[in-house]
């Protein structure tokens, strides 16, 4: 199983960003997908999540992520995408992809990537 985050960089506050996540060797598509995210600043911080989409398509959202943040997913179910926009320093985190297999959809115990760093400078 592979779980393979892209897209990350830094960014100045205002603008956009696009993460990609590309999971293989899970059995049965589509698979359930989620972005999580976890930032540096503050000693301890737990990873939160950010968006998922469920095995019957169902999206949520976090809170700070709604109306600025949109996720999708490709027709093969395989690919989970980020779109990031208007973006704030409160952004600047570890980004990370979770994925698993319809059935259970458990991301938590599922499979994860090593996670693509996002900074964003004001």
């Known amino acids: 199983v592979q779980v393979v985050e892209s897209g990350g960089g830094s960014i100045q506050a205002g603008g956009s960003l696009r993460l990609i996540c590309v999971a293989s060797?899970?059995?049965?598509?589509?698979?359930?997908m989620g972005w999580f995210r976890q930032g540096s600043g503050k000693e301890g911080e737990e990873r939160e999540e950010?968006?998922?989409?469920?095995?019957?398509?169902?999206?949520h959202y976090a809170e700070f992520a709604k109306g600025r943040f949109t996720v999708s997913q490709d027709n093969d179910g395989t690919t989970l995408y980020l779109q990031m926009s208007s973006v704030k320093s409160d952004d600047t985190a570890m980004y990370y992809c979770?994925?698993?297999?319809?059935?259970?959809?458990?991301?938590?115990?599922?499979?994860w990537g090593q996670g693509t760093q996002v900074t964003v400078s004001s």
């Open positions: 950010v968006a998922r989409i469920d095995e019957d398509g169902t999206i």
């Open positions: 060797g899970i059995d049965d598509r589509p698979y359930c």
């Open positions: 979770a994925a698993d297999n319809k059935w259970s959809c458990d991301l938590g115990d599922g499979y």
